[in-house]
């Protein structure tokens, strides 16, 4: 798989082509920084006096740099379609080089940082659920209304929460259309490229 990078991506990691090796294993120290800990313009305004250009364009490789690190990271692409992608770029061959050395030495501890990124969200343990009808009332005495009542179990960090709700079944059948068309839609291809992507 080969990853492709925008006219604005390939703009900012122009200026690494104006640097030595050295310097661009330094920018991707700073990149895999910028993952840990966020953004830091101190950094940006050294290495911008050293290289006599604006502390912006240091920041915008840098981020160009990033992108192309997690979006290769993320979709773990091997090492020939990592050169391929970057062969794109029209970098000498000892940046490709280079560049190839930062993913294989960061790729793992980047997919890591971008783990701990994730959200953390409750997932599904247990759901009970029961149907009550009432048949009649005082002031009607020939009446249905069902009620289908549901208790939902979720965990969240080895803790269970419990939540109640209540619905009618006309409600309820729309709700389960609703979510088997959310689930057809995911078997598209769109959606499986966009779910891969979020990996």
Request: charged share 25%; hydrophobic share 40%; proline share 3%.
């Amino acid at each position: 798989m080969l990853l492709v990078l925008s006219d604005e991506h390939r703009a900012h990691l122009q200026i690494l082509t104006q640097v030595e090796g050295a310097v661009v294993g330094e920018f991707g120290r700073i990149a895999v920084e910028f993952l840990r800990k966020g953004s830091n313009p101190k950094v940006y305004e050294g290495a911008a006096r050293k290289l006599e250009v604006s502390s912006t364009t240091i920041q915008e490789a840098v981020e160009g740099l990033t992108y192309l690190l997690t979006e290769s990271s993320k979709l773990m692409i091997s090492d020939i379609d990592f050169q391929d992608s970057v062969l794109v770029l029209g970098f000498p061959e000892e940046l490709n080089k280079v560049l190839l050395q930062l993913y294989l030495e960061n790729r793992k501890e980047i997919r890591q940082i971008l783990s701990e990124l994730e959200p953390n969200l409750p997932q599904y343990h247990n759901l009970e659920w029961r149907l009550d009808v009432q048949l009649a009332s005082r002031s009607l005495r020939h009446q249905i209304k069902p009620t289908v009542t549901m208790k939902l179990h979720l965990k969240e960090n080895d803790e269970l929460e419990t939540s109640v709700l209540q619905t009618d079944p006309a409600t309820l059948v729309h709700i389960i259309q609703e979510l088997e068309q959310a689930l057809a839609e995911m078997k598209t291809n769109h959606c499986r490229r966009i779910v891969r992507n979020i990996k």
